[in-house]
């Protein structure tokens, strides 16, 4: 018996191949049969076929008008740090004055609050194009640091947001047991903490994979996880073959902090404790030495960059460029969601090793677009998504190519014009397993995205 299939009909598609592997950038005219089977974000819809050169839609298809990309990957988010868009802004500061901001909306989360925020969240980036994302989760208890009833009702009510978001994720979950190199947590950071990371993998454990949903782990950073508790968490990865994330080199004084502890840098004493390589991706990666820059592309460690988070928190501009040249692949994250858009990171990107090095070109477009799909994908543990082709998952993002920011160039520069003048405003279209969740630029399942992230924030203002 044959399985029920739906076919889509790409005006202009960009397949997900970079040049050198035999693609040609944009192709006009691609017809993607995928197989329909199953419903929702969890849906075993994969890709059956793929036809190029199709001038007209065929029978019964569904018309995809526009520049249709595969699904992005939003490598990296704390989806709590959305309540703080606009309320950190005013003034200055730092980093580290921006985290004490940071811990009062921690603070008044409960499993019932965060997953209403997080299903506004998770809506705003499928808005947004977004079909999957690495969730780094590490307000695991009540404050006080007691735990629920179920000790994973925080994560739970996170792979529940997703689901009801229509987007897939992975849920990042974050060992985090003390403030500082031989420092407790604070109180704000006891909610955070498992107490020792045999703890954090014991109740790590019983979180399984879903359909839509992947359980990986991290460090939360050199400083909130001590040296003789690595090897647990990376141990714990290792068995479940589950990817493994880490915030490393974000700020300097961490930097410094590491070496007066240790003798040495984040990334050499992650390296030394067997937390790197190809199933690990540091975050931010932004202060590094040579050495650092080949540990971490000797060993396969992949490189999240989150352009708009680090130029917000003024943290500095980390050296993508030469960490892919060592071979450390790239993907993207929003992180902190001052602004939700995977388009404005690539672009960021590269933007930003212009202003660094007076110098244009670091990446062509289309290796900005494999950092935010296949790539990114692959860090999230997904490897058979990010590109549209047979047996990858049937997840779709489709650009506008009317609107004010994208008329005008011919559509074979489509990709370069989804990464240098496209927002995430131009999605019109999302399809997470073969299924429309964003339907000409209106949320399927979340259809007033915009109020339930005004009510989910203001049901967290102090």
Not at 260 to 282: K, Q, S, W, Y
Not at 389 to 398: F, H, I, S, W, Y
Request: charged share 20%; hydrophobic share 40%; aromatic share 4%.
């Amino acid at each position: 018996m044959t399985a029920p299939q739906r076919t889509y009909w790409l005006e202009h598609a960009w397949l997900g191949t970079l040049p050198r592997e035999g693609g040609i950038p944009v192709e006009q005219g691609v017809a993607v049969t995928v197989s329909t089977s199953g419903s929702g974000a969890g849906a075993d819809g994969r890709i059956t076929a793929v036809r190029t050169g199709v001038p007209t839609p065929p029978p019964g298809a569904e018309i995809l008008r526009g520049l249709t990309l595969p699904g992005l990957a939003n490598a990296h988010s704390h989806a709590f740090h959305r309540a703080l868009r606009g309320a950190v802004q005013a003034g200055p500061g730092t980093f580290w004055t921006w985290r004490e901001v940071m811990y009062s909306v921690a603070d008044r989360l409960t499993p019932e609050t965060y997953h209403r925020l997080a299903r506004a969240v998770y809506a705003e980036m499928a808005l947004a194009g977004i079909t999957c994302v690495g969730e780094f989760h590490y307000v695991h208890h009540a404050p006080g640091g007691v735990p629920y009833a179920d000790p994973n009702a925080m994560g739970e009510a996170l792979v529940e947001a997703a689901a009801e978001a229509g987007i897939r994720i992975t849920l990042l979950d974050t060992c985090y047991l003390s403030s500082g190199f031989g420092q407790p947590p604070t109180a704000h950071q006891l909610r955070f903490s498992d107490g020792t990371a045999q703890a954090w993998a014991e109740r790590c454990a019983v979180l399984e994979d879903r359909d839509h949903a992947r359980i990986g782990a991290a460090v939360h950073s050199v400083r909130a996880v001590p040296a003789d508790e690595l090897a647990t968490v990376a141990r714990w990865a290792e068995e479940r073959r589950a990817p493994l994330h880490v915030h490393l080199s974000e700020q300097a004084a961490e930097n410094d902090a590491c070496r007066e502890a240790h003798g040495c840098t984040p990334t050499r004493l992650l390296a030394d404790h067997g937390v790197l390589g190809p199933r690990t991706t540091g975050v931010h990666n932004t202060h590094l030495t040579d050495e650092d820059v080949a540990l971490l592309g000797g060993s396969g460690t992949g490189t999240c960059m989150c352009p708009t988070t680090e130029r917000d928190l003024a943290d500095g501009i980390g050296p993508a460029a030469a960490l892919q040249r060592a071979g450390s692949p790239l993907s993207l994250g929003s992180d902190s969601h001052a602004v939700i858009d995977l388009l404005e990171e690539a672009r960021a990107m590269e933007l930003n090793e212009r202003l660094r090095t007076r110098t244009r070109g670091h990446w062509t477009a289309a290796a900005l677009l494999r950092a935010a799909t296949a790539d990114g994908h692959a860090a999230l543990g997904w490897d058979d998504t990010g590109t549209i082709e047979a047996g990858a998952r049937a997840d779709l993002t489709t650009l506008a190519l009317d609107s004010v920011r994208t008329a005008g160039p011919p559509p074979r520069l489509g990709a370069e014009t989804a990464v240098f003048a496209a927002t995430a405003a131009d999605v019109r279209h999302t399809i997470v397993a073969g299924r429309h969740v964003v339907r000409d630029g209106a949320h399927t399942l979340v259809p007033d995205a915009p109020r339930a992230l005004a009510q989910a924030v203001e049901a967290l203002r102090a």
